[in-house]
């Protein structure tokens, strides 16, 4: 299937038109409406652009903290692994049983998570703390 | 006693301007009062501000009286303070001379308006933290502004466990933080996806506890967009529903922490001053030395404690109680929250030992 412009382009343009020409003609409450709007635009857009590379790299450093075996048995589909997993890391790091050798790690992989969600929803902030 | 509902409030619907109007005459001392104007105000999910214009002839309160018609929304969240235990709060601190819109009236009866509600006196000014960060007439005023807002803490710290009018505040214990810890463990076991950072944030606000402070009077959420400033000065202090007894490390770390700047980083005291202002003031007025450790792990506590808040707005939106962009994008604000507590825990970890 060859549909162009695609949906990150298609965004982009949209955003545009909402910045450069909707933003400047509507009231001062409809400004803050306008640019929660293009705001949304912009997260959907570096999500599309994405795909599922994050979730990947997110599948990759959960499967050294639990092994092949964890992630084989976690559900079918990436999103589903990734979920069944974060629900494990979640109850684990709550009961301490992550504690002792693997502390490091963890610290590791949710400051990578956190990263990855901020590079998503605002890039600008990873930036302005000097992570980016 | 005259009354008068007034033709610009009538879109507000005129059985309601009408019943406060009859309870406002009924606790005035007053020969005919009249409501010249009623309106909702912006921005309150939580509770319903109305702007009231009353006009009062004969008796002690004689002329023309901007006040504020304060009650619960529709859709209340059972959290926070009821409006009766908000009117006792605002009272007792009204009394300890704290800057504050004066209580006047306070109505339980459900037949007035179908919900309690008090009334207080409107102070004039701006709340709104964008506009107040931003607004290049107060450049000069910044410093003497976050002074006083250390010197007014002060004075609502000095309210202390045991008085009288506050004992339906829940008791707090000697450990104010694991309250807390727990208290937002039980929010993420409501909400549906796992949290692991958050998580993990929580466990070092578990062991690194401060050690037991004095327990006060706290506000709760004290910090920039929550008060009131007029040509450069404080005329009020406002949204007392999450008063509590706490640590009072805990509302100057929530005055500081980085996520209630709203992009002014570099002005450490709520996006407004600096943070050696505000505390120049606290500890001028209190005589008490504020620990500086305890302030960045109450300031880890903010970051949590906004976090899971977030997470709690996007859930409204998620589960179709309250469709809602704002409450929406609410939600893809946590990571920034989960990196301010993750970087200060770091830099913590590093000046003292965990």
């Known amino acids: 299937m060859n549909n162009t412009p695609d949906g990150v382009e298609l965004l982009r343009v949209a955003q545009k038109l909402l910045r450069e020409h909707l933003l400047s003609v509507v009231s001062k409450e409809q400004r803050y409406e306008v640019l929660m709007v293009a705001n949304a635009m912009a997260i959907a857009a570096r999500e599309l652009e994405a795909g599922e590379s994050d979730l990947r790299e997110e599948l990759r450093m959960l499967s050294e903290l639990y092994g092949d075996t964890a992630v084989a048995e976690a559900g079918n589909s990436l999103k589903e692994k990734v979920a069944t997993l974060n629900k494990r890391l979640a109850t684990d790091i709550r009961s301490g049983v992550l504690d002792g050798a693997c502390a490091q790690g963890v610290r590791a992989l949710l400051k990578a998570q956190v990263t990855a969600r901020l590079r998503l929803s605002n890039p600008k902030y990873l930036k302005a703390v000097g992570i980016e | ?354």
């Open chain 2, 1 to 354: 006693m005259g009354l008068n509902g007034g033709s610009q409030a009538s879109h507000l619907g005129k059985e309601m301007v009408y019943a406060v109007g009859e309870f406002l005459a009924g606790v005035c001392d007053c020969a005919r009062l009249e409501i010249l104007d009623m309106r909702l105000l912006k921005g309150g999910a939580v509770q319903e501000n109305y702007a009231l214009e009353i006009e009062i002839e004969g008796g002690s309160d004689h002329g023309r009286h901007a006040l504020v018609l304060r009650t619960d929304a529709t859709s209340r969240v059972q959290t926070s303070l009821s409006r009766s235990e908000e009117f006792a709060v605002l009272k007792a601190v009204h009394a300890a001379g704290i800057t504050v819109p004066e209580p006047l009236w306070l109505c339980e009866d459900p037949s007035v308006i179908g919900r309690t509600f008090f009334v207080m006196r409107r102070v004039p000014g701006v709340a709104a933290a964008h506009m107040l960060v931003r607004d290049p007439g107060l450049e000069t005023a910044r410093e003497s502004l976050v002074e006083r807002l250390g010197e007014e803490l002060a004075r609502l710290h000095a309210i202390r466990p045991g008085f009288p009018e506050l004992e339906f505040l829940p008791e707090c214990g000697y450990a104010p933080a694991l309250n807390r810890v727990n208290l937002y463990r039980r929010y993420l076991d409501a909400l549906s996806a796992p949290q692991p950072a958050l998580e993990w944030c929580l466990n070092w606000l578990e062991r690194c506890q401060p050690e037991a402070m004095d327990v006060v009077l706290c506000h709760s959420d004290y910090r920039t967009g929550n008060y009131m400033v007029e040509r450069g000065e404080l005329t009020g202090i406002l949204d007392w529903e999450f008063t509590a007894w706490s640590d009072f490390h805990e509302d100057i770390g929530w005055f500081c922490a980085r996520c209630w700047r709203f992009g002014r980083t570099d002005r450490e005291a709520g996006g407004m001053g600096s943070r050696e202002a505000f505390y120049r003031g606290y500890e001028g007025v209190s005589g008490a030395t504020i620990d500086r450790d305890a302030v960045a792990y109450w300031e880890v506590m903010a970051a949590v404690r906004w976090g899971v808040i977030a997470l709690q707005q996007a859930e409204r939106h998620l589960s179709g109680e309250q469709e809602s962009l704002e409450l929406a994008l609410t939600g893809r604000m946590v990571p920034e929250m989960e990196m301010d507590a993750l970087m200060l825990i770091d830099k913590i970890s590093g000046r003292v030992s965990p």
